[in-house]
């Protein structure tokens, strides 16, 4: 007996199925997301130590534009600037993103890497 290769439902009812779903309930997110401007697409295509790059680099942009949202609104609130929880939340954003590593599916390969705020 051979071993099975990729997933258990790869056939193509499964296949249908699954890119339906795709399309009802994935697409319309993204694309509400986008137009939130709450959507950052990192092309998954390349080597894993340029998507890694990417994908660290989206999450310091939004990190960093939290940190100045949050600065604002607490001088808008205080009249002080207090960034100690936007600091604690940006560390644990980058420690995730740190140990996120590589995703991909049954054949270790991910096509596009979508990270959203």
Same mark, same amino acid.
């Given at each position: 007996?051979?071993?099975? *290769?990729?997933? %258990?439902? +790869?056939?193509? $009812?499964?296949?249908?199925? &699954?890119?339906?779903?795709? *399309?009802?309930?994935?697409?319309?997110?993204?694309?509400?997301? +986008?137009?939130?401007?709450?959507?950052?697409?990192?092309?998954?295509?390349?080597?894993?130590?340029?998507?890694?790059? $990417?994908?660290? &680099?989206? %999450?310091? *942009? $939004?990190?960093? =534009?939290? *940190?100045?949202?949050?600065?604002?609104?607490?001088? +808008? $609130?205080?009249?002080?600037?207090?960034?100690? /929880?936007? /600091? =604690?939340?940006?560390?644990?954003?980058? =420690?995730? =993103?740190?140990?996120? !590593? !590589?995703? !991909?599916?049954?054949?270790?390969?991910?096509?596009?890497?979508?990270?959203?705020?």
């Amino acid at each position: 007996m051979g071993k099975r *290769r990729g997933r %258990i439902d +790869d056939h193509v $009812e499964a296949y249908k199925r &699954r890119l339906e779903l795709y *399309r009802e309930l994935t697409l319309p997110m993204l694309k509400t997301m +986008d137009e939130q401007n709450r959507l950052k697409i990192v092309d998954g295509d390349s080597d894993n130590g340029q998507v890694m790059k $990417e994908l660290r &680099r989206a %999450i310091h *942009r $939004e990190v960093a =534009a939290l *940190r100045r949202e949050r600065a604002v609104e607490s001088i +808008d $609130e205080n009249g002080t600037t207090d960034t100690t /929880a936007s /600091a =604690a939340s940006s560390s644990a954003a980058a =420690a995730a =993103a740190e140990r996120g !590593g !590589g995703h !991909g599916g049954a054949s270790g390969r991910t096509v596009r890497r979508i990270v959203t705020c």
